[in-house]
């Protein structure tokens, strides 16, 4: 399973890279490839390259607010999940989108 997503929280300092962390460390822990792009203070980074869009089966939006770029996911399953519940619950969330997938199969 491979998912792709943005975490984006209005100021980009602590929330972002704490939900990507969590997300990603949860990831791995469940056995799925996961990659979470921050936007924020510093721009994007770890920025999703189109390949590894094209390539994902899903892309979850850690975000209470807008992200750019959205467009390059726009044939993609997607959910929206706020900043806190992915950094308090990330593995709930993760598996939340793999049901998703798994519901429209």
Same mark, same amino acid.
């Given at each position: 399973?491979?998912i792709?997503?943005?975490?984006? !929280? &209005?100021?980009?300092? =602590?929330?972002?890279?704490?939900?990507?962390?969590?997300?990603?460390? =949860?990831g791995?822990?469940?056995?799925? +490839?996961?990659?979470?792009? /921050? /936007?924020?203070?510093?721009?994007?980074?770890?920025?999703? %390259?189109?390949?590894e869009? +094209?390539?994902?089966?899903?892309?979850l939006?850690?975000?209470d607010?807008?992200?750019?770029?959205?467009?390059?996911?726009?044939?993609?399953?997607?959910?929206?999940?706020?900043?806190?519940? !992915?950094?308090? =619950? &990330?593995?709930?969330?993760?598996?939340? !989108?793999?049901?998703?997938?798994? %519901?429209?199969?």
């Amino acid at each position: 399973m491979k998912i792709v997503g943005i975490s984006a !929280c &209005p100021a980009g300092l =602590a929330h972002t890279p704490m939900a990507a962390k969590a997300l990603e460390n =949860a990831g791995k822990k469940l056995g799925y +490839d996961v990659k979470i792009e /921050q /936007q924020g203070f510093l721009g994007q980074v770890n920025k999703i %390259s189109q390949a590894e869009v +094209d390539e994902a089966d899903f892309v979850l939006l850690a975000t209470d607010q807008k992200v750019i770029d959205m467009d390059r996911f726009k044939d993609k399953p997607q959910l929206k999940v706020s900043i806190a519940t !992915c950094i308090k =619950a &990330p593995e709930a969330v993760l598996k939340k !989108c793999v049901n998703i997938i798994e %519901s429209r199969k």
